[in-house]
């Protein structure tokens, strides 16, 4: 776990101090976005704010899709936008459907799928012809899962698509609960507040 991890994730007493430790850390994290040439602590900074899944952050997170020179980096933010959903996240994501990237193309894919709206989900059959083939076929699965939603869920994060939506995780086809395992509260990532 980062730097930036550790401070996001620090326990307080109030809520008035949590929000306080919060607002502080997106200044620390945003700050090192920003002057940062050290892409690990960018890295760290993003999977900082993007653990929060607070609307609040998507500006900063939109800005660093959009601006920073590393891959990885872009494609996380496309993930964590994936995950907090809105307007603004879904105007981000749309805007880099076109990366040269295909990792970060990916990552829009399925955070736009994730959000799973009318313009959100164009996109996704637009990918059906990407020149990339790991972006296709993936555009490609989602495609398929949009032909045989679940009735029922169980889960609180199981889409009617099938797919694990935890907040600030990685967004993968659910292979507990679709699979006939069990409970959801058994599954590995489940976790009741």
Same mark, same amino acid.
């Given at each position: 776990?980062?730097?930036?991890?550790?401070?996001?994730?620090?326990?307080?007493d109030?809520?008035?101090?949590?929000?306080?430790?919060t607002?502080?850390?997106?200044? &620390?994290?945003?700050?090192? #976005?920003?002057?940062?040439? /050290? %892409?690990?602590?960018?890295?760290?900074?993003?999977?900082?704010l $993007? *653990?929060?899944?607070?609307?609040?952050?998507?500006p900063?997170?939109?800005k660093?899709?959009?601006e920073?020179?590393?891959?990885?980096?872009?494609?996380?933010?496309?993930?964590?936008l994936?995950?907090i959903?809105?307007d603004? &996240?879904?105007a981000a994501? #749309?805007?880099?459907?076109? /990366? %040269?990237?295909?990792?970060?193309?990916?990552?829009?894919?399925? $955070? *736009?799928?994730?959000?799973?709206?009318?313009?959100?989900?164009?996109?996704?059959?637009?990918?059906?012809?990407?020149?990339?083939p790991?972006?296709?076929?993936?555009?490609?699965?989602f495609m398929?899962?949009?032909?045989?939603p679940?009735?029922?869920?169980?889960?609180?994060?199981?889409?009617?698509?099938?797919?694990?939506d935890m907040?600030?995780?990685?967004?993968?086809?659910c292979?507990?609960?679709?699979?006939?395992r069990?409970?959801?509260k058994k599954?590995?990532?489940?976790?009741?507040?």
């Amino acid at each position: 776990m980062g730097f930036f991890e550790k401070l996001f994730r620090k326990e307080e007493d109030s809520e008035f101090s949590r929000g306080s430790a919060t607002a502080v850390n997106q200044v &620390a994290a945003e700050t090192v #976005l920003l002057m940062s040439t /050290d %892409p690990r602590a960018r890295l760290d900074a993003v999977n900082a704010l $993007g *653990l929060t899944n607070s609307s609040r952050i998507v500006p900063t997170l939109a800005k660093t899709l959009k601006e920073d020179e590393t891959e990885r980096i872009r494609g996380m933010c496309a993930g964590y936008l994936g995950s907090i959903k809105g307007d603004q &996240a879904e105007a981000a994501l #749309l805007e880099i459907t076109g /990366d %040269p990237s295909p990792y970060v193309r990916r990552r829009a894919i399925e $955070g *736009l799928f994730r959000m799973g709206s009318e313009r959100g989900l164009e996109a996704v059959r637009t990918a059906l012809d990407d020149s990339d083939p790991v972006v296709k076929a993936k555009a490609n699965l989602f495609m398929t899962k949009i032909q045989s939603p679940i009735e029922e869920t169980n889960c609180p994060y199981l889409t009617k698509f099938g797919m694990c939506d935890m907040p600030g995780c990685e967004f993968n086809e659910c292979d507990w609960e679709t699979e006939n395992r069990g409970r959801h509260k058994k599954c590995p990532r489940f976790k009741e507040d």
